[in-house]
Structure formats: structure tokens, C-alpha cells
């Protein structure tokens, strides 16, 4: 995306530029994005840019449990477009293979 002034973006734009980031994060034990792996369930951007996202883990066992959810935080909030981030954890509905994308099940060799 070309360069905008905050004032010329809209909720979308700062939406896409969050999954972006998303994407650069993984799972330290799967080598999928935890975008693609299907662990983010909802990306709010709200007027103010200030993000909130709900994601959950593959298990509440997950040894990133306690990292990961804040890396996200950190990753989003760190974007010169967001004003705040949030991230909530959520176990329901609990995560299952069929949260992936092709592309995730592709790469663990799913399909």
C-alpha cells in the first residue's frame, strides 16, 4: 500500500495492514502463520484506529501461551497506523484443524 496520512486511512486499510502482521507471526512449534493456522478469529478496528483482537491457542496447554498472545499485542501496536491493540483469548469455538487455510493444511500436509 502506498504511503497515507492517517487521516486518509479507513478501518479497512488499517485492518489489512494488521493481518499483514498477523502473518509474520508463527507458531514457534508449527510452521504456519497464526493467521493461516486459523488462531485469530476476529480483527475490531474501531474510528479511533485502535485495534482489539480475539484469538485462541491450539490448546490451553500451548507453551506460547503466556508469549505469543503478548508478541501479537506488541506487533500490531507497534504499526504506525494503530492507535492501541488489545488481544482478548478466547476458547470458544475451540480451535480445530479446520480453522486452517488450504495454504496452512497444504504446508502440514493436511491435503
Known amino acids: 500500500m502506498e504511503k497515507k496520512e492517517l487521516k486518509d486511512l479507513s478501518k479497512k486499510d488499517v485492518e489489512n495492514q494488521v493481518i499483514d502482521v498477523l502473518k509474520t507471526i508463527y507458531d514457534p512449534e508449527i510452521p504456519v502463520n497464526i493467521y493461516d493456522l486459523g488462531l485469530i478469529y476476529f480483527v475490531h478496528v474501531d474510528d479511533e484506529f485502535n485495534v482489539r483482537i480475539e484469538m485462541t491457542l491450539t490448546s490451553p496447554n500451548c507453551p506460547v501461551a503466556e508469549s505469543l498472545p503478548n508478541e501479537v499485542e ?38
Not at 476458547?91 to 480453522?99: A, C, F, H, L, Q
Open 74 to 111: 506488541a506487533k500490531v501496536g507497534g504499526l504506525w497506523s494503530v492507535k492501541t491493540s488489545k488481544v482478548e483469548i478466547v476458547w470458544d469455538p475451540p480451535w480445530g484443524k479446520e480453522m486452517m487455510s488450504e495454504e496452512a493444511m497444504l504446508e502440514l500436509g493436511f491435503m
